[in-house]
T-cell receptor
Framework: DTGVSQDPRHKITKRGQNVTFRCDPI?????LYWYRQTLGQGPEFLTY????????KSRLLSDRFSAERPKGSFSTLEIQRTEQGDSAMYLC?????????????FGPGTRLLVL | AQSVTQPDIHITVSEGASLELRCNYS??????LFWYVQSPGQGLQLLLK??????LVQGIKGFEAEFKRSQSSFNLRKPSVHWSDAAEYFC?????????????FGTGTRLTIIP
């Protein structure tokens, strides 16, 4: 396995449109995380899954943001009615839960530009 | 709540010179600490991590970091930088109460290498 992959790498959309991003984790990893990174800032935690269960979503930025991981493998992050303030890099990470010392491995990110 | 401070927004170093990037954290117990590196437009690559044990940890690409509990610091060092080390460096702290699901990042330090 070559690591965490994300698709698309870049997305340009008009304000008000819906967008969906996909993340494929490292195959043996059961935890998957979403972060947002705005210009000049570090990544900001949004949500995470353990297998198909979404265990933390209070950090999702608004009810326009939602994430799924229906079969415990890949995940999607959807933003409805996009706003210019949603322009950012969206990063996905995965880890293997069990030891208490999990390390998150990041994908290349999806860069979103809302016009 | 946990937090991370990287006091240096931008550092310029001559190729072959030594490097130290500062990181201070705030956390109620012994934290999990990480350094990640991000090249322009890319995701984050793990350089090294501290969970417990020896406070001097070795990472990839010749980097090392030292955990100093008394100073709440986890500074990153490299004895001799290479032009390929130019990138953005992020320090992060994991919440040990939740098995590391929530990583909190600093705002990053941008490293420029001059010939």
């Amino acid at each position: 396995d070559t690591g965490v992959s994300q698709d698309p790498r870049h997305k340009i959309t008009k304000r008000g449109q819906n967008v969906t991003f996909r993340c494929d984790p490292i195959s043996e990893h059961n935890r998957l995380y979403w972060y947002r990174q705005t210009l000049g800032q570090g990544p900001e935690f949004l949500t995470y899954f353990q297998n198909e269960a979404q265990l933390e979503k209070s950090r999702l930025l608004s009810d326009r943001f939602s994430a799924e991981r229906p079969k415990g493998s890949f995940s999607t992050l959807e933003i409805q009615r996009t706003e210019q303030g949603d322009s950012a890099m969206y990063l996905c990470a995965s880890s293997s839960e069990g030891t208490g010392e999990e390390t998150q491995y990041f994908g290349p990110g999806t860069r979103l530009l809302v016009l | 709540a946990q937090s991370v401070t990287q006091p240096d927004i931008h550092i310029t170093v001559s190729e072959g010179a030594s490097l130290e990037l500062r990181c201070n954290y705030s956390y109620g117990a012994t934290p999990y600490l990480f350094w990640y590196v991000q090249s322009p437009g890319q995701g984050l690559q793990l350089l090294l991590k501290y969970f417990s044990g020896d406070t001097l940890v070795q990472g990839i690409k010749g980097f090392e970091a030292e955990f100093k509990r008394s100073q709440s610091s986890f500074n990153l060092r490299k004895p001799s930088v290479h032009w390929s080390d130019a990138a953005e460096y992020f320090c992060a702290v994991g919440d040990t109460n939740f098995g590391n699901e929530k990583l909190t990042f600093g705002t990053g330090t941008r490293l420029t290498i001059i010939p």
